[in-house]
Structures are given as structure tokens and as C-alpha cells.
């Protein structure tokens, strides 16, 4: 069903524009549609409605919690960047985190991975898009990568605990997660010292990215443009180690190199 609201002389679509609009175009294209459709058009002259006939901020209120659970955890669930979305009007709209959990049946760390990614983007002037990175959504990736401690901590993130508003972050290191996680061309238009990433191809990889930019060794390879392979290989092997990788790795090259034929 449609989900309006009774404004008296009209109701106004609070849920449903696209479907009503879609009706509207069979409605006036009936004759194409009546041959081609098993079911009479005229069926559509009267379609189901969810109404809200209450009015005032207690009733927005409810009309805004009833949309809240029926796309945050219900069955007809919004992308994630638009989950974010609706979160941070409700803060807007003075409704703190832990009673916008409770509203919404789940949980105030629940909330945070969607906040914080939002509020921080909202911080910096930016967006990004639902469109999927291969398996994943741009935003989504972004909030995940926010959980990693060691993350925060590369962004020096300062979160106000109440209101998971954004004090405090380093624009430079965003900067750089944003090539990490995303390659060069995120926010085109943007003055950097050089292009970076993609490192990662998959969420389950924010894990090991993080791991690296808690090694200020590793982290500087990898922000001199290498793989993140190779950045990790500095978070789990000690010098002697990795000069010998090194070793190994040139006489390998020079083996092959005398193999070619000339």
C-alpha cells in the first residue's frame, strides 16, 4: 500500500510516488495496457492506502518512526547510505541516538556505523554514492572501515559520544583512506600530492588495511603507492626478515631474467 498523509483538502504521499506515478501512466494508457494485462485496468482506479490522519509534530513524529522501522530492519530495507540518511534528520530533528534505537527496535552501536560515516562525511562537505564497488556499496565500505580503532585513530577521529557528532579529524589522512579504499577518482577535482589505491577489493580486507595504518612503517609504504601485500608484510615480519624477502625477491628476478632467451 501507499503510505499518505490526510492533509484535508488532498493527501500527500509520504511512501509510494514512483508506484502511484506508474498507476497513473497505466490509467492514462489504457487502451495499450487493457490487451496486455490478464487483470482489468480499471482495478487501479482504487488503490490500498496506509493513512495517517493526525496532524502536528507528534504525528510527523510517528509518521517518521513508522518509515524508520519499516526500511531500517523491516523487509523492505533501504540502501545503507540512505539508512544514514534518515538517521541524522531524526538527530536533526532533536531525537537523541539512544531513543532513536529504542524507536527503532536495535541498538545505539547499531546506529553508530551509520552516524558516524555520515556525520564525518557531512563534516568534510562530501558524499558517496550507493553505487556498488564490485560486492559492496561506497558508503557501506566507508562505515566499516569507521569501526576499525586503528582507523579512527590514523583519522585522529574525536566523536562527540552523545550526539556521534564529529569534533575533531585529520582532512589529509581522509584523504588518503578515501584513495585506499576507493582509488583516486572519489572526489575528482581534489589537489593531491598524488594518486593512490584502490588497496582493498573486499570488505573482509579493512581489517588488514587497518592493521597497516597502525604501522608507521607499513603505512608508509603503502602510502608511497604500494599493495597492500607488501604494507603488510612490514605489520608481520621484523628487518631481518624482510631484507631477506628482499633478497630472495632480486635473485628470483635475476634468475628468470637469465632464463629469456636473447
Known amino acids: 500500500p501507499l503510505v499518505v498523509r490526510n492533509e484535508g483538502a488532498h493527501y500527500s504521499v509520504l511512501e509510494g510516488n514512483r508506484r502511484l506515478a506508474a498507476v497513473r501512466y497505466i490509467l492514462e494508457h489504457s487502451d495499450e495496457y487493457r490487451e496486455k494485462s490478464a487483470k482489468p485496468v480499471a482495478d487501479l482506479e482504487k488503490i490500498p492506502c496506509i493513512i495517517f490522519e493526525e496532524s502536528g509534530k507528534s504525528a510527523l513524529n510517528r509518521e517518521q518512526i513508522y518509515l524508520g522501522l519499516r526500511h531500517f530492519s523491516g523487509y523492505t530495507q533501504w540502501q545503507p547510505r540512505s539508512k544514514a540518511e534518515y538517521l541524522a534528520r531524526q538527530i536533526e530533528a532533536g531525537i537523541s541516538p539512544g531513543e532513536l534505537a529504542v524507536k527503532l527496535n536495535t541498538t545505539k552501536n547499531k546506529l553508530k556505523k551509520y552516524l558516524i560515516a555520515m556525520n564525518l562525511l557531512n563534516k568534510v562537505g562530501r558524499t558517496v554514492s550507493e553505487s556498488p ?130
Not at 158 to 165: I, N
Not at 183 to 207: K, M
Request: glycine share 6%; aromatic share 8%; proline share 5%.
Open 133 to 262: 564497488a564490485k560486492n559492496f556499496g561506497k558508503f557501506w565500505l566507508l562505515a566499516e572501515a569507521l569501526q576499525r580503532s586503528q582507523i579512527q585513530e590514523y583519522l585522529a577521529l574525536d566523536v562527540d559520544p552523545d550526539t556521534l557528532k564529529i569534533k575533531e579529524y585529520s582532512k589529509q589522512n581522509f584523504s588518503k583512506l578515501c584513495q585506499f579504499l576507493y582509488g583516486g577518482d572519489v572526489f575528482p577535482g581534489d589537489e593531491r600530492e598524488e594518486e593512490l589505491g584502490p588497496v582493498i577489493s573486499d570488505t573482509r580486507q579493512i581489517s588488514r588495511l587497518a592493521e597497516v595504518l597502525a604501522n608507521p612503517e607499513a603505512r608508509l609504504v603503502l602510502e608511497k603507492g604500494n599493495d597492500l601485500s607488501l604494507a603488510l608484510a612490514y605489520v608481520h615480519k621484523g628487518p631481518e626478515q624482510l631484507r631477506e624477502l628482499h633478497g630472495k625477491a632480486v635473485a628470483a628476478v635475476r634468475d628468470f631474467l637469465k632464463m629469456r632467451p636473447t
